[in-house]
């Protein structure tokens, strides 16, 4: 829960608490009440925009060069790295004024760089090895190009113009040019034409802002960030009209040849995404287990709920229901609190498989206790506390962060809304308090996806909402967030399930054959954790997220760089997932990029680009497919981390010419890695691009140490081909085959081919191996792939 304390009317209450949370917290940024862009009559008669005029002046002070003017107003364009740069205009002429410090660009100093100036007679040009800048004389204007001066990167269509309390920055906007990012956008994520708040407002509808970012990037192949707590308002129409409510300009330019390349930019100043706990990757809960309290503001009489140690029991259906989930937070209600000793709680719980957590809606005056002593691992902030926003959202986040790892050697784990630029470094941001919906279903989809376009990585919807909801919407909703890398159900206000006095949304609590449904894919996730895992290293280290929207991998498909595809994303570089959110059996507009496609489901293989329409999807099936060269590390089945050991090790691989994978490995818990505490497996696989051949997979030494890093493992093979191969061998020595699936279940190893599993399974097992070895497949074929319709391309469409 985020902000309702009564059950019986609770939107009422908030529009009214909203109202006083957002004064509160506007006045303590220095903001205005009235919220972003809002001017009343009288003032916007005397709000004449002034602007810098001409340039008077130009020097240069190691790289940071400074621009006098014929209004007194200054700016500096202060170079960080060749790709990197910062562009401040102060309309007073001072440089004191800088509200957000280091806050959202931590790291600024990437060592020594090559800079220079010419006087170019209409413009100063300022240059570096991958970029010119110019500063425009006639007015005061700014444009940017790439190394060659004559690739357009941006530029001012107009000088910017400030009021008292606003600055607006306007550019060109080119042919196709498409815009991202703002932070999480309630709804599509390709913005050109689009008018998009970067505000707080919680009311956590379509197309609002549930964590705002002063980010976006362009396809011109750059990004920028404001550095401002200021609200404001992205207009990306021609011209682009850039908008902050405070009277100053001050922006960091991240530019590059890919939208990864913008994000590991951008990430570089403002921090990579943290990297979770591996059980924060699983299911997690929160609920009011101690409805006794007489402070409790929602119903005292909700049975198994009365105290704290109640959610055990919670714990002990989920395992009993063979259920995968990995933690709770089992104190989520306004005056909930939690029964004490809280450590008997815990302790319960951690020896159930689970991790516990604490809401706060209050801030957190015991959380050195709750951490140090009870062994509480995670926190979730709730609006009532840092609904204001902005700084102060911000720096409530970070004591959380605080309050976890200054009191344990874990990770942080936070939950928020009200995120902005940085947030990425400390918390998992959410969607807020939205409904069991189909409708709302299907604008969570760009949402999640598109906030991976701001470097944000763990990104969530609380699984059907919180209010309303249905067994066949909360089953659709779980399929494709299994594919994310963070989710969370919110119990306690949801349609009556499973009987009168429970709103329980645990996916445990449904008849069939929705809990069959939610045990597959929560299990289907628990087997990926490796995969998706090694993926949030990847964001950790380079700013591309797990939940990836299609241009991120499929940058110059056009179809793939506006909405038309919004409805589906990539979970990592290998699954192209694309949900169902209405009430059918059918998914139509389903887009497959260049390359191919096997459903895996079915083993069908398709050729991209094309569209797929009238895909079967019953209730039970998500449209999944995977990239052809996939290389899928997966764990054995297991309902939390640490259930058994990895005794075996599986490669899910689609072989298709060449390709490779990294997998990463840690403890899962601690920051030990952030020492170097981790490990590295290299694995690369050769294979024809089609038709018949040999299949190679050369699996590296596991390079690194950590805690608990077993010396030796199994592995086991899953390649995905057409037919049966001559032989099979690792390093070179014959395996035997197996004339069933049974026998091969039981050889320890061996090899068995299966026509009638997806279109053609070859199962290997190599053996236990510590060091690196190659299994070869001679004489196998990968799966032809039929061609989809292709689509007439729409590059300029929103």
């Not at 410090?101 to 040009?125: K, Q």
């Not at 080119?174 to 689009?194: H, N, V």
């Not at 850039?242 to 990864?260: I, M, Q, V």
């Not at 995977?626 to 297991?638: L, N, R, S, Y």
Request: hydrophobic share 35%.
């Amino acid at each position: 829960m985020t902000l309702f304390g009564i059950r019986t009317s609770p939107r009422g209450r908030r529009h009214g608490l909203l109202a006083a949370l957002a004064a509160g917290g506007l006045a303590m940024a220095g903001l205005s009440a009235a919220g972003p862009l809002s001017l009343t009559a009288s003032a916007a008669a005397a709000a004449v925009p002034a602007t810098a005029g001409d340039v008077t002046g130009f020097s240069r002070s190691g790289n940071t060069f400074t621009v006098t003017t014929s209004s007194g107003a200054k700016a500096r364009v202060v170079i960080a790295r060749a790709d990197v740069f910062r562009l401040w205009l102060s309309p007073d002429g001072t440089f004191t004024h800088d509200p957000a410090g280091s806050d959202l660009a931590v790291t600024t100093d990437f060592g020594p760089v090559s800079a220079g100036w010419t006087d170019a007679g209409s413009h100063y040009r300022i240059t570096t090895g991958s970029l010119n800048i110019r500063v425009h004389k006639s007015p005061l204007t700014f444009s940017v190009y790439r190394a060659d001066n004559t690739s357009l990167v941006w530029a001012e269509s107009r000088p910017t113009t400030w009021t008292a309390n606003r600055t607006t920055q306007y550019l060109t906007r080119g042919t196709d040019e498409q815009f991202y990012g703002t932070g999480l956008r309630l709804g599509e994520w390709a913005l050109r034409d689009k008018t998009v708040p970067v505000a707080v407002d919680n009311k956590w509808r379509e197309n609002g802002n549930a964590s705002p970012a002063p980010f976006y990037m362009s396809t011109n192949g750059y990004g920028a960030m404001r550095n401002t707590w200021a609200p404001g308002s992205y207009g990306f129409g021609a011209p682009t009209a850039l908008t902050h409510d405070e009277k100053r300009f001050d922006a960091w330019y991240f530019t590059g040849d890919s939208p990864k390349a913008v994000l590991d930019g951008y990430t570089d100043v403002s921090g990579k995404p943290f990297l979770a706990p591996l059980w924060g990757l699983e299911l997690g809960n929160a609920d009011c287990f101690n409805a006794s309290n007489p402070d409790y503001q929602g119903d005292h009489r909700r049975p198994r709920h009365q105290t704290t140690p109640d959610v055990v029991g919670y714990a002990d259906d989920a395992r009993a229901a063979d259920m995968p989930s990995g933690w709770f937070l089992p104190n989520d209600g306004y005056g909930c609190g939690y029964t004490a000793p809280l450590e008997q709680t815990v302790d319960a719980l951690r020896a159930r498989g689970f991790r516990t957590g604490l809401w706060t809606s209050t801030g957190l005056a015991d959380i050195a206790r709750e951490v140090g002593s009870a062994g509480s691992r995670a926190v979730k902030t709730d609006v009532a506390w840092i609904g204001s926003g902005y700084a102060y959202a911000f720096r409530g986040v970070q004591q959380a962060v605080d309050g976890i790892e200054k009191n344990s050697d874990a990770r942080r784990f936070v939950w928020t809304v009200d995120g902005w630029a940085g947030t990425q470094r400390n918390a998992v941001v959410w969607t807020g308090d939205t409904y069991g919906t189909w409708d709302d279903m299907r604008w969570h989809v760009p949402a999640i996806a598109g906030a991976g376009l701001s470097g944000l990585n763990y990104v969530a919807g609380d699984v059907d909402g919180i209010f309303g909801g249905s067994p066949r919407t909360y089953t659709r909703d779980l399929q494709w967030k299994a594919f994310t890398p963070v989710f969370m159900t919110m119990s306690g206000w949801g349609a009556t399930n499973p009987s009168p006095g429970y709103q329980d949304k645990q996916p445990w609590r449904f008849d069939e054959p929705y809990r069959s449904i939610n045990r597959k894919y929560l299990q289907l996730k628990m087997r990926l954790m490796p995969y998706l895992y090694t993926m949030s290293r990847t964001a950790h280290e380079t700013g591309v997220p797990t939940t990836r929207a299609m241009v991120l991998e499929y940058p110059d498909d056009p179809v793939a760089r506006g909405n038309l595809t919004s409805g589906q994303f990539m979970a990592g570089d290998s699954f192209l997932v694309a949900p169902v959110v209405s009430d059918t059996a059918v998914r139509d507009g389903i887009h497959l990029p260049a390359g191919t496609w096997t459903d895996y489901w079915t083993g069908k293989t398709y050729a991209g680009p094309g569209r797929l329409d009238g895909y079967r999807a019953p209730l039970d099936t998500l449209p999944l497919f995977v990239k052809g060269g996939a290389i899928v590390p997966m764990w054995p089945q297991m309902n939390h981390t640490g259930e058994k050991p990895v005794s075996t090790l599986t490669y899910d691989i689609h072989p298709r010419g060449a390709s490779s994978f990294s997998l990463y490995e840690d403890d899962g818990l601690t920051r030990a890695h952030q020492s170097g505490a981790y490990a590295r497996q290299q694995v690369e696989v050769t294979a024809p691009a089609a038709g018949p051949g040999t299949v190679t997979v050369s699996v590296g030494a596991s390079v690194g140490d950590y805690a608990g890093k077993p010396a030796a493992r199994g592995y086991e093979f899953t390649l995905h081909v057409a037919s049966a191969p001559g032989r099979v061998t690792s390093d070179g020595a014959v395996l035997t085959r197996l004339t069933s699936k049974a026998a091969y279940d039981a050889a320890a190893t061996g090899w068995y081919f299966d026509p009638a599993d997806r279109g053609g399974v070859l199962w290997v097992k190599s053996g236990t191996k510590s060091g690196p070895f190659t299994v070869t497949a001679t004489g196998t074929t990968v799966p032809a792939a039929d061609p989809v319709p292709a689509v007439p391309a729409r590059p300029s469409a929103p």
